[in-house]
């Protein structure tokens, strides 16, 4: 009903606005009625609500509001209305707000929430049942050693795609019945109550809730009184639907820790952040897409009445998988939750849509029409609970074109899932001036082609798409946008010129704090260009970003695809406006750009800078550190670049080859954090000098570095593919290092801290490395091959003993076959304990492997006293032949978990080099079947 009366309001407004037109002469005075008329048809709104709420279908209910289509002349219509209303008061109906007040407990959390209670007819293939099994297994599986008695394990993917339907199969399981004294559920949801949480925690390991007849409600009885219902009790623990990690770290965590060793809890979530935050066992479990017959199954449980039905909805399965891939696998999209809707709002939605024609006196009429005939089809569903066909279950309505919901001042946000509306093509909200955020989402509208704001208080703008059309720019829509506080804007290549850029006014927008400026990528996944860049597009794009200068007050800038040769004059030294108030610096994907900007040092409050995949940059010369102006400068070398910076990341920077910082230039005092990722790189004497707060360092793919020393602050240290480092030295404060793929390490030197050491070794090495017996952990974690973990399990007796045995606990995995971790070894120094799973023959196998890899070695050690010859009289012309080769060996490498080492450009010696190399990692078994594919491309010179 509620929807008659909007849809007359509009009726009405229409009508007006149509009289205006044709007969002005006769409107004068009338504004005054009209305002009077929308403010009693918005008191008749409030009162219909609840008789919409009642389903009252009163004869004379219903012809009180048929009465409201008859007032049609402006005039007339006040005084019509007025009685209508008084009637309508003997109806004794209550205003809506007070209804949603009493309401307002039912918030949308409670809906969400699931209990363990399995529904069959959403469990369909065998996937789900694999995924079932595998969880159970690891859930059930017991831990000898107790230090990580309560394991985590989190099921991982997207809203819709079936982790509650899963959680549900295990916490059912008979194998989980028998395993655990108690099985707790409990769905979280986004908004949840702690109090309400703790009382159906400690309902369901029942356990006594505190207080006179159980009602406390207070947190500091509530938690004890969970502790002791779990108290040395093994429990299973479901937490479904996890958004974050407070419920779990301030609430749940403590109570908990006095379950029973072995116990397990099992966390379903979107984001694995929340999976890392709680400590979740590794790698977590995702959950896939239905494939086509699965997704078929579970759309024909939704629409059959009996298994006799089956056959005629067999012959739609055409349509059903057509269906079934616009759902894109996701068994909630599948199975769409439905809303209950009045068949006048219905109708009304439908006329308004444009999608009833027809004479305009009879368009209800021919609606209702309409609506009977999709019931007898069966595309809409009638509500049985509510007498006659009125009130009915719909699908969520995805087919929208215009929303326009102007001068609303009741909406403070569009709903997060509007991206599901995905035909959408004009959005207006103007005048709605409590509106103060657009849904993240709505960047995903592919379609939409108009989005209205004037009149708003939107803050935050993100993904905003700019686009051309002829001689006016998307850009131009910013300008009134004066309360922005964060904004982001896509597709800036399109830009034509500096002058529409200039439109958006970015630098008036005085409550800016954030801002992101997108081009498309001109980069590949190796990082360098994938497509040139005319000079005269580098100039364009250069100009455009000049003019999008920020207000001073910006605290975040993020910069993305950027193709200029160099960055926005707003970022030199020589800017009007410095931005004094930036902390977090981001540049990624800057495919031309040759250097970074000179006017970073020297901003006050910058905490965060990261530069991502920038292949132009060679050279970071002293400028970065000291501008140009400033060289000569005493006041200036005096204070210290970049005095506030706490975390610095250089990534894929794939030709950067000089860092220029001599060590008489102060910078980076307080640099806590710094990361490098496949550089060329060494590491300058500047920052070993200067960065005296660093506490992380993390170095990955860095091809010339021989060795790391004089670190005095670092605490925790990562490195990775270190293809010549050789050495490390003299990190006194150092307690963590993690080591992986650093074949030529030898030396581990004054570290006399360390208290966890992880390391990854080749698994084509059959030793454990010795540089082991140089450094002493408390706690050594290890990934290595089945063969040196045999070879550890043998103990005192086998070759590996002095490399490990001094270390106090060691925890060391091995895969195998496909399998992760199948093969472990725990080993504890005092009081001694060994315990693995690594069987005797195993460790006999082994010693027999060893003796006879030994006698190989010998026997092909005096062959290849006549064959090193032979490789370097390979014929130029098979270069190019062993170079197709290389992709081949590949195959054997990885397929086997080896390194898989990069082809040189060089010349025939170097070639040579690396496929000496290349075969020092090949398995054993590969050598007969790889040499005879050599011979035969080579002939007899290879």
């Not at 008789?51 to 279908?57: F, G, Q």
């Not at 860049?533 to 001073?552: K, R």
């Not at 973990?789 to 076959?817: C, P, R, T």
Request: charge should be negative.
């Amino acid at each position: 009903m509620a929807a008659v009366l909007d849809s007359l309001a509009s009726y009405v407004a229409d009508m007006v606005i149509e009289m205006a037109k044709e007969e002005v002469a006769m409107l004068i005075g009338v504004s005054g009625e009209i305002e009077n008329l929308g403010i009693k048809l918005r008191d008749l709104k409030n009162f219909l609500a609840d008789a919409d709420r009642r389903n009252i279908t009163d004869d004379s209910v219903q012809g009180w509001v048929e009465e409201l289509k008859c007032a049609i002349r402006i005039k007339t219509l006040n005084q019509k209305l007025d009685d209508i209303f008084k009637r309508g008061s003997s109806f004794n109906f209550i205003k809506l707000e007070a209804y949603q007040d009493r309401m307002v407990t039912r918030s949308q959390a409670v809906d969400r929430k699931m209990d363990p209670l399995l529904e069959r007819s959403g469990v369909v293939g065998e996937k789900i049942e694999d995924d079932t099994r595998a969880l159970v297994k690891v859930l059930t599986k017991e831990v000898a050693d107790d230090s990580d008695s309560i394991m985590i394990v989190a099921i991982v993917g997207v809203g819709g795609i079936g982790k509650t339907t899963l959680s549900k199969k295990v916490f059912n399981d008979e194998a989980i019945q028998g395993k655990f004294a108690k099985k707790i559920w409990l769905s979280i949801t986004q908004v949840f109550n702690e109090v309400e949480l703790l009382r159906t925690a400690i309902t369901a390991a029942n356990g006594n809730l505190p207080g006179s007849g159980g009602g406390s409600r207070d947190k500091a009885l509530l938690v004890p009184a969970l502790a002791d219902a779990v108290r040395d009790k093994k429990i299973f623990l479901v937490l479904d639907d996890m958004w974050g990690t407070s419920e779990w770290n301030n609430l749940l965590m403590a109570p908990f820790s006095h379950a029973a060793p072995n116990s397990r809890i099992l966390v379903t979530t979107r984001h694995e952040t929340v999976a890392r935050g709680m400590k979740a066992k590794h790698p977590y479990h995702h959950v896939g897409k239905l494939g086509p017959e699965n997704a078929w199954t579970l759309l024909k449980k939704q629409v059959l009445a009996t298994e006799k039905s089956e056959p005629a909805i067999d012959m739609l399965k055409d349509i059903g998988l057509e269906i079934i891939e616009k759902c894109d696998g996701l068994p909630l999209a599948i199975k769409p939750k439905k809303t209950i809707i009045h068949d006048v709002q219905l109708v009304g939605m439908w006329i308004g849509e444009g999608f009833v024609h027809g004479d305009s006196d009879r368009l209800e009429e021919l609606g209702i029409e309409y609506h009977k005939e999709l019931i007898l089809r069966i595309l809409i569903e009638p509500d049985t609970s509510y007498a006659g066909q009125y009130i009915c279950n719909m699908h969520d309505l995805k087919h929208l074109r215009y929303l326009a919901l102007r001068e609303c001042n009741d909406i403070k946000s569009l709903p997060e899932n509007i991206h599901k509306m995905k035909f959408l093509q004009h959005i207006s909200v103007a005048g709605c001036q409590n509106l103060v955020k657009l849904p993240d989402t709505i960047v995903k509208l592919q379609g939409l082609r108009y989005l209205e704001l004037y009149g708003t208080s939107v803050s935050r703008l993100w993904g905003f798409h700019t686009h051309m059309d002829g001689d006016w720019c998307s850009l131009e829509e910013l300008q009134p946008l004066s309360q922005l506080g964060e904004i982001g804007l896509a597709s800036l290549e399109n830009v034509s010129a500096a002058s529409f850029a200039t439109k958006a006014r970015l630098s008036e927008k005085v409550y800016l704090s954030c801002m992101a400026l997108y081009c498309k990528s001109r980069l590949g996944d190796d990082g360098l260009v994938k497509e040139e860049v005319s000079e005269q597009d580098q100039g364009t794009i250069m100009e455009v970003f000049d003019e999008l200068y920020p207000p001073p007050y910006v605290q975040d800038i993020r910069i993305q695809g950027y193709f200029g040769r160099q960055l926005p004059k707003w970022m030199m030294s020589t800017a009007t406006t410095p931005l004094n108030s930036l902390r977090i610096l981001i540049f990624e994907d800057l495919a031309c750009c040759i250097q970074l900007p000179n006017g970073l040092c020297q901003l006050p409050y910058l905490d965060y800078l990261e530069v991502n995949r920038a292949p132009a940059i060679k050279r970071v010369g002293p400028e970065f550190l000291q501008p140009y102006s400033h060289h000569h400068h005493a006041s200036f070398q005096a204070l210290a670049a970049f005095p506030r910076l706490n975390k610095m990341i250089f990534r894929k920077m794939v030709e950067w080859e000089e860092w220029d910082w001599e060590e008489d230039m102060q910078a980076m005092p307080v640099l806590e954090e710094l990361i490098i990722h496949d550089c060329k790189r060494r590491i300058p004497l500047g920052l070993v000098s200067h960065a005296r707060a660093l506490k992380k360092l993390t170095i990955w793919s860095i091809k010339c570095l021989h060795s790391l020393e004089n670190f005095a602050s670092v605490v925790e240290l990562d490195l990775y593919d270190l293809p010549e480092l050789t050495s490390i030295s003299n990190l006194p404060k150092l307690q963590k290092l993690a080591i992986n793929c650093c074949p030529k390490l030898e030396s581990l030197q004054e570290m006399t801290v360390l208290r966890r050491l992880v390391l990854t070794v080749f698994y084509n090495e059959k030793r454990l490395p010795l540089f082991m017996q140089t450094v002493k952990p408390s706690h050594l974690l290890l990934d290595c091959s089945p063969e040196v973990l045999a070879s550890m399990a043998v103990g005192k007796s086998g070759v590996e003993w002095d490399m490990f045995s001094h270390i106090q606990h060691v925890e060391a995995y091995a895969n195998d076959e496909g399998t992760e971790k199948r093969w472990h070894l725990f080993y504890t120094r005092e009081p001694y304990k060994m315990e693995t799973n690594v069987e005797a023959n195993q460790q006999e196998a082994y010693e027999d492997d060893r003796e006879d890899a030994n006698e190989d070695e010998k026997r092909d050690g005096d062959e290849e006293d006549g064959d090193d010859e032979a490789w370097t009289r390979i014929c130029p012309a098979h270069i190019c032949s062993l170079s197709v080769l290389y992709w081949d060996l590949g195959f054997f490498l990885t397929r086997f978990n080896f390194p898989f080492p990069l082809m040189p450009n060089g010349n025939t010696d170097s070639l040579v080099q690396w496929w000496l190399l290349a075969l020092t990692q090949i398995p054993l078994q590969c050598h007969k079947h790889l040499c005879a594919v050599i011979m035969v491309v080579c002939g007899e010179s290879g």
